[in-house]
């Protein structure tokens, strides 16, 4: 992932300059530090819930984002998303004041969310010390890690060897691999400390045990030859690294590692690790307990592992202490980021790559062997050159696309039918949108007239009237037809209904003029289904057009095609009903031999048996597949890496993973039907309208009146964040 830098500067006059790509901006910080005391005081206390955190992080926002830079923020967000980049948000403060504030809670109203936990807005503490400009290290293969668990017998026990087994599980695939290479210290002394690091150039120092602030100073508690703690103040403790060229990253796993003094911008343990030469420090800003310890080792290692630099790491990783622990405590902000490296990226993936590489190459060979050579050829010219992004429609010319046994050529025979009506009916993202793409595109070829709508993106201030809405349709088709809007003329409130008004129009003025057949392509039908304010009526409307086509002549030139992402909920009139005339299409998952076909297009060897490991994971869902596909094709990352890493913050599916769990959040209810779905290993029962929904994100599928995950990656990510 590339990103685009986004640095804050507040100086000590608390003037603010904001920098990115698009230029620079100034604003002025203004705002009332006793506001906040109480606040501060709650967190510090633990007291917390969601809405003291949302209002702390709210206040914070404002007051480092005036209306200037907030726009300039989403301005570089926006340009970023439209070249598939991220953003760096760096902040720097020369206030000791401002800097011991606990950042980390930003919150941005108008997103509702924390930008700490937004993978899209990477956020560090940026340490701007112009005399030592040193960049991480890029480590190549392996990765030295050293682990020094501090426990001194008079001090509060940790559960160092919880934590020791959960990093040496998080990496173990990697130690097994020879990415990584951990050691590991209990008798923190001083003097086993140096020798240690005296016998081999390791890349990040991790330390587990006690931190305390205390004098407007920290100190990061040893073990003395007597087994007794020993305090290091945060200058000694940073000799540990002089000279040291080779450590890039410092984890301070303690109670209160990234404290900052609200007197001395340095006088805590992590800025000051950086201002000695350090080019990144990960430390708690509160202490943290047990659990959330492990879960931070876990997620960090899984994510630094895969290549991702430590800004992108840590991000991910707060995230998944938020989904964990919840956003009503303040758990996902405590790990505080301070860097002074440009670029985050800690471990030299260029070696795996090429072998990714060399591998897929590979398989291209392969697949000449298990297909024939012109699908070979196909195949790898694809694989090298033609790779599309799986987002939104599968355009028309893609090589991407996959016919449905004869569903294509069943639409494209009945289009030709007057007053021919299609119901197209699937979850989310199981091609709906490129089917009716095609559609459209087969009547264009045809000399017909046609137009697609996506219902979808109406305006609910539109959709919550049938009249508004009726004049909105026959309006958007007269413009894509390039017709002159007559609605205002044509609408007799007088003496008719709106369906009646609607209808004369259609006829009247749109079929009527056009001359030709016309192909209505009506999407995300179901967004309409909640309003009773307008759904019966409008559905029984077009049941009447599909009527009228059977005798008129003008109405015969209508096509309806419907698509809609599940089964109609509400109750209608047999004989008023569209959804029960017509021909019926459901779009169901890739079978086998598709999915094989797929993987052949990406250049991927269809008989590699990683591939049905793939394909159990994700059944035969389209866009999850093309998705893995895409990324494994362009080397972006493994077969093994993409199966271990699917359900975390750190794999592919995070994105889209965590669309669907805000959705569900806003729904306790099913939330509750979900948890019920995924921990059992039979089907469930649940209530109609708890299965539609469900079905309708594309969560579940029904066998009866039961219902069981889509797939594999459902039930294991939805076990483990619901």
């Excluded at 010390?129 to 990765?143: E, G």
């Excluded at 860097?339 to 697949?367: F, H, P, T, Y």
């Excluded at 599916?653 to 669907?660: A, M, T």
């Amino acid at each position: 992932m590339n990103y685009q830098d986004f640095q804050i500067l507040v100086d000590k006059n608390h003037h603010i300059r904001a920098s990115s790509e698009q230029g620079e901006v100034s604003g002025e910080l203004s705002w009332s530090i006793n506001q906040i005391k109480l606040s501060l005081q709650l967190i510090d206390s633990g007291q917390t819930n969601t809405e003291l955190l949302k209002e702390l992080g709210s206040k914070l926002y404002q007051a480092l984002f005036p209306d200037k830079i907030n726009a300039r923020f989403h301005a570089t967000i926006a340009a970023a998303q439209a070249n598939q980049e991220n953003v760096r948000l760096r902040l720097v403060f020369a206030s000791p004041e401002l800097a011991a504030l606990p950042w980390e809670f930003l919150y941005d109203e108008d997103t509702n969310t924390f930008l700490a936990n937004n993978t899209e807005t990477v956020l560090s503490r940026y340490v701007d010390v112009p005399s030592l400009k040193r960049d991480i290290k890029a480590a190549s293969l392996p990765l030295k890690v050293l682990l020094v668990i501090s426990t001194p017998p008079d001090l509060a026990s940790l559960d160092a060897v919880g934590e020791e087994k959960l990093i040496r599980d998080a990496l173990g695939k990697h130690i097994e691999a020879g990415g990584i290479e951990l050691d590991i210290l209990q008798a923190a002394t001083i003097q086993n400390i140096n020798q240690k690091l005296r016998e081999k150039p390791y890349n990040v120092f991790h330390f587990i045990g006690h931190g305390v602030f205390k004098n407007n100073q920290g100190f990061i508690a040893l073990v003395d030859n007597n087994d007794k703690s020993k305090l290091l103040d945060d200058e000694r403790f940073a000799n540990f690294f002089l000279g040291d060229r080779n450590i890039s990253l410092v984890i301070l796993n303690s109670c209160q590692g990234a404290t900052v003094s609200s007197n001395q911008a340095f006088a805590g343990t992590a800025p000051n690790l950086v201002r000695r030469g350090i080019p990144a420090v990960v430390a708690m800003q509160y202490s943290i307990l047990d659990n959330t310890a492990k879960l931070f080792a876990s997620e960090f290692y899984r994510t630094l592992a895969l290549g991702y630099p430590v800004d992108a790491a840590i991000q991910t990783t707060r995230n998944a202490i938020s989904m964990e622990v919840g956003l009503d405590k303040r758990d996902f902000a405590t790990p505080v980021l301070y860097m002074r490296a440009k670029d985050g990226i800690i471990l030299d993936v260029k070696n795996r790559r090429e072998a990714v590489d060399a591998r897929s190459a590979a398989s291209c060979r392969e697949s000449a062997e298990a297909r024939d050579e012109e699908r070979l050829r196909e195949g790898s010219n694809i694989c090298m050159q033609s790779l599309e992004y799986p987002d939104g429609a599968v355009a028309l010319d893609s090589p991407f696309y996959l016919e449905r046994n004869g569903i294509e050529s069943l639409c494209y025979q009945t289009l030709e039918k007057p007053a021919a009506l299609i119901r197209i009916k699937a979850p989310k993202l199981m091609g709906k949108t490129s089917l009716t793409r095609r559609i459209v595109d087969r009547g264009v070829k045809q000399n017909y007239q046609a137009v697609y709508l996506d219902l979808g993106g109406v305006n609910k201030e539109v959709i919550t009237n049938l009249d508004n809405f009726l004049r909105w349709l026959c309006s958007k088709v007269s413009l894509e037809l390039e017709l002159e809007n007559q609605v205002d003329n044509a609408w007799n409130t007088a003496f008719l209904g709106s369906n009646d008004n609607c209808t004369n129009y259609f006829k009247k003025y749109i079929l009527k003029q056009i001359n030709s057949p016309l192909v209505l392509v009506l999407d995300e039908v179901d967004r309409l289904f909640p309003y009773s304010e307008i759904v019966e009526d409008f559905l029984g409307m077009l049941r009447s057009w599909h009527e009228k086509g059977k005798i008129d002549q003008v109405w015969k030139q209508l096509r309806l095609v419907l698509a809609h992402s599940t089964e109609v909920y509400i109750p209608l009139d047999y004989h008023q009903s569209p959804f029960n005339a017509g021909v019926p299409v459901e779009l169901e998952e890739f079978n086998q031999q598709q999915v094989e076909d797929l993987a052949t297009k990406h250049g991927i060897n269809s008989q590699d048996s990683l591939l049905e490991e793939l394909r159990r994971m994700l059944g035969g869902h389209p866009y999850l597949l093309r998705l893995a596909m895409y990324d494994i094709a362009a080397g972006k990352t493994t077969f093994p890496d993409l199966l271990q890493s699917a359900t975390t913050e750190a794999g592919i599916y995070r994105n889209h993973l965590r669309y669907l769990l805000d959705i569900l959040r806003s729904a306790p209810d099913l939330v509750k039907a979900l948890q019920r779905v995924v921990n059992s290993t039979a089907g469930v029962e649940l209530d109609s309208m708890e299965i539609y929904k469900l079905h309708s994100l594309g969560l579940v599928i029904r066998e009866n009146n039961h219902v069981t995950p889509r797939c594999q990656l459902y039930r294991d990510y939805f076990s483990r964040v619901l």
